[in-house]
């Protein structure tokens, strides 16, 4: 599995169609969020987003006319954790791109519609004409990032959990980590014990509190709030990082980005403030699981969380521009995306670029893409 960093030919977004009551207007919100998303990325590499049949129409009305539209049946719209995981693989004509199809059960019974979701990594192969390969496991992509040279970090409240909500409980550590391993290329893991804090939908997604920027250097979500209980989760998490080596044998240089304050659903985002009011939060809602690690690297570029709290937002612009001083650094504003339970790096999927001699997906015009 590459990292992130290295060349890509496009990025996969799906379209949020989550709400049940049809008098809401947080779904509306929520697109206008994600097509805000997709322009960004569309200024750095192609963007495919991918809706339902009967949102097609409608999701073409809303996005830029730089990024394609595509129809995949979905029952919701983190591509992240549904769509494949993409590798590069030796074969016959050289190195070709082939993607990891997962299983998924909803975050461990999250939800119970679920089966158009565990089909989306299919439908992403095949419109991308390339290789679906069945992974041997229940995995969220969400939960693991790779430095691209044998190391792969997550977090054992998410993958190592056999009771509330386990992927696979039936697995041991060894297990886990030999299909790691075996389907991602990679030699070396680290465990995070938790994942960020308020973080109950995906327990523990590594992408929200920690993330490769580089081979040996890892963004770490952070606070110096003694009250806040992400205090000591952060902590937790640079002591096992500063003490750890990565596959290669480097120590691991840890860069602080800093958090932003707590953030709470309001009433009619929580839909639920009338019984909560004065429990979770000062309006009602629950704290939400906002974190700038949540962020996508592009190609020249990155795409990263805004969420209408300042200084906050520019202070983590500020970091992710000192370590990234080679790419541009956007920011979208994402609270509607937050509010479903992630962000950008949630919502989106990197294709790696390939040799144009080796594998047809070489570039955004000429991987067998159906648009709109």
């Not at 129809?71 to 919701?76: F, G, K, L, V």
């Not at 240089?253 to 985002?269: C, G, S």
Request: charged share 25%; net charge negative.
């Amino acid at each position: 599995m590459p990292g992130e960093w290295e060349p890509q030919s496009r990025v996969w977004l799906g379209w949020p169609q989550w709400l049940e009551d049809p008098k809401e207007d947080q779904q509306d919100q929520a697109q206008i969020a994600f097509a805000a998303v997709a322009k960004a990325i569309a200024q750095f590499e192609p963007v495919t987003v991918a809706a339902n049949p009967d949102q097609v129409k409608k999701a073409r009305a809303a996005l830029h006319e730089s990024v394609d539209v595509a129809s995949i049946p979905q029952d919701d719209s983190w591509f992240r954790d549904t769509g494949p995981t993409f590798v590069t693989r030796d074969g016959p004509n050289g190195t070709e791109l082939a993607g990891v199809d997962w299983g998924f059960d909803a975050y461990g019974g999250l939800n119970d519609e679920h089966d158009l979701d565990d089909k989306i990594a299919a439908c992403i192969c095949k419109q991308a004409g390339v290789q679906a390969i069945d992974g041997p496991m229940v995995l969220e992509a969400g939960s693991i990032h790779v430095d691209g040279e044998g190391t792969l970090i997550s977090t054992e409240e998410c993958l190592m959990n056999k009771t509330h909500r386990a992927r696979n409980p039936k697995l041991s550590q060894e297990q886990i980590e030999n299909n790691l391993k075996q389907s991602l290329g990679v030699t070396k893991i680290i465990w995070l014990p938790v994942g960020l804090f308020a973080d109950n939908d995906t327990t523990g997604h590594v992408d929200n509190l920690a993330c490769f920027a580089a081979p040996g250097k890892v963004l770490l979500a952070w606070t110096d709030d003694e009250s806040d209980p992400q205090y000591e989760r952060s902590r937790e998490a640079k002591k096992v990082l500063e003490s750890s080596t990565d596959a290669k044998g480097r120590k691991l240089e840890v860069i602080k980005l800093p958090l932003p304050e707590p953030l709470f659903k309001t009433a009619e985002e929580s839909g639920e403030a009338a019984r909560n009011k004065g429990k979770d939060g000062p309006k009602g809602g629950h704290r939400m699981a906002a974190s700038y690690i949540n962020f996508l690297i592009c190609n020249g570029g990155i795409v990263m969380p805004a969420l209408d709290q300042e200084p906050a937002d520019s202070r983590a612009k500020k970091v992710l521009e000192d370590t990234f001083p080679d790419r541009k650094v956007v920011a979208v504003p994402t609270r509607k995306v937050l509010v479903g339970g992630g962000n950008i790096h949630c919502i989106t999927v990197q294709q790696p670029a390939v040799d144009a001699k080796s594998n047809s997906v070489s570039n955004g015009a000429s991987n067998g893409i159906s648009h709109s």
